[in-house]
DNA sequence: ATATGTGATGCACAAATGTGCATGTCCGAC
DNA sequence: GTCGGACATGCACATTTGTGCATCACATAT
């Protein structure tokens, strides 16, 4: 009975996969209906008769841009995917792609993750393949918004990244700005957000995107906080951010009253870190990019060749600015 | 510039096979039309980033059925196809699927091969999948029939064997039928045809089917003898044939008038072949395999579970008429 | 400047594939 | 027997995929 399904679908897939014939070639020739060999082709899917394999492209990288970073910025690596990619959306998915494939090494041994959020950070979660689970705690590195879609809802992506690895999580039930800085004094010191929050001094690793200021995080973050705290921002010369912490291109932290309100890590925190992981490419990120790394925040990056070049570019041109 | 594309295509294809998306919600995402997703899927296809693949099912096999056939009628193997196929169509295309997977074993070290025609020799030919070339000749075993679709003429069988195995072929310009004895005797010493019949001397494997009489090989063979052959033949109480050569179920060659004008390879000179190879099954053909295997002229049989037993049973059943 | 060719692009349409459903079939329980 | 359930079958229809073609962009030769 079984057997012979067995060799009969071995036989419907070769004609298929391998002779290209239409089902309704095959059924025409077995004398069977198209609707069965549909079916049956169905059956030789789920039984692995049938195994569709994609090889990932020898993972051609940018070594030498990955080397001159490393050096530059004293990260512990780097990669670069090679190739200029027009479009963000495509971008993004490539990153995010890459970072999925990098994750197993990157968690090896890892304990505590702490996680950022960002479209390229969902685009890593939806191609995470682990095979075995890993004991790993997964925690946001800053306080949620409503305004989001749910998916991007930091929560969201914890439970994401711990499903996928088959850990735990916790979910932080603070807003990333509180009303005063008081309120969030206040709100910190909750025990239930209080556990996550002192979690963020014992993470062996943080994956985190960059922002550029100004329009970040599809502006959700900026449509969140006042006209005044925009001025600030654009007075501070900020020139990107890494968990709402923002910086200058030079790297130094922006003094904003802004930041005596955010419930996210901090960028001293975040230093201390063993392992700071960050995801970001494009060029309007050439900017945040160079200032992250020029503070030192982040100790691995994944990026595009395009951006990378922009990066050091941008990094020799102005660089008489760190020294004076 | 390629590798853009190969991170993107590697990606496409994830999106495609893995998560199961249309062309249209890639699109959708990466901001591409539908037609490029699909060309650079196909691409993805061309380069072998998709790999599909085929897992051959658990080879199950009857081996106890294989073993008795064995012991029984003095083989060197055999291979039984569990199961019961209703379908004459599928069970020829089974049994030749299994040849083909067969056959590098087959033919290992073997130089001259010769070769029977029918539709399921057909089948075989159509699955048959060699890595290296072989240095064989391919040859007829029988002259050829001009009232049959092309392809499954003699000629084009062995060519077609030949080129799936990568080795020569002898192609015979002869009809299987002659006219007279004496016709038969002029063509078979004309030089070229010669040439070729010499060979059946000389064999290391031949792969034949088996027929059984009234109405074999798509009663094509039978539209071409005379009223009166066919009389003798039933009269001489033909079970089967192997190359055209009629014998009864005790195996015994049918001396027949037609014999005399046959052009092709004789029941003894197919016992000198160090190997042939029978691919048959159905039930239909239980009378015919018998006789075949009665008649030591097979060494090796492919068949189907539900077949053997027949034969097998049959074989206990009218054992007394080999004894008297 | 003007031809010329090569390749990418998207469209209309054609082909192939997938799916919910009504019907039919088989088989065991009662 | 007959009832009920599990399962197979084929159909109409919806979705998805594939393809020939006209168009356009761009580069190279004339």
Redesign the interface.
């Known amino acids: ?1 079984t ?2 399904n ?6 419907i ?2 004609l298929y ?3 290209e014939l239409t089902q309704q070639e095959i059924g025409d ?4 209906s198209r609707f069965k060999i549909q079916r049956l082709l169905t059956k030789a899917r789920e039984q ?11 993972d ?1 990288r940018c070594k030498h841009l990955e080397a001159e970073l490393q050096r530059t910025f004293g990260l512990k690596g780097a990669v670069v ?5 027009r ?1 963000e ?2 971008l993004r ?2 990153l995010g ?2 970072a999925a494939e990098l994750l197993p090494d990157l968690i090896d041994g890892k304990r505590n993750i702490g996680l950022g959020c960002g479209r390229t950070i969902l685009e890593m979660l ?2 995470i393949d682990i095979d075995e689970p890993h004991a790993v705690t997964v925690v946001p590195l800053f306080g949620g918004m409503e305004n989001i879609e749910p998916e991007f809802q930091v929560n969201a992506l914890v439970q994401k990244l711990a499903a996928a690895l088959g850990g735990e999580y916790r979910a932080i039930y603070a807003p990333v700005i509180a009303g005063s800085a008081e309120a969030r004094a206040t709100i910190v010191s909750d025990p239930m957000i209080k556990s996550v929050v002192d979690m963020w001094d014992c993470l062996d690793l943080a994956i985190v995107g960059i922002g550029h200021s100004i329009a970040t995080y599809g502006s959700a973050f900026m449509r969140t906080i006042s006209e005044k705290d925009k001025d600030d921002i654009t007075n501070a010369e900020a020139a990107g951010d890494v968990c709402r912490q923002m910086f200058s291109i030079t790297g130094e932290p922006c003094k904003l009253e802004l930041n005596s309100r955010l419930i996210a890590m901090g960028l001293e925190q975040l230093k201390r870190v063993p392992l700071v992981v960050a995801i970001a490419g494009g060029k309007a990120k050439t900017r945040a990019i160079l200032g992250a790394l020029r503070g030192r925040y982040i100790k691995f990056l994944i990026s595009d060749e395009a951006t990378v070049r922009h990066v050091l570019a941008l990094h020799q041109e102005n660089a008489h600015i760190l020294r004076a």
């Open positions: 009975m057997t012979v067995d060799k009969l679908l071995y036989l897939a070769k996969y391998e002779q020739q077995l004398g069977l692995g008769i049938v195994r569709i394999e994609l090889v990932p492209p020898t051609k995917v090679p190739g200029e990619y479009s959306q495509v998915k490539v792609l890459t939806n191609h």
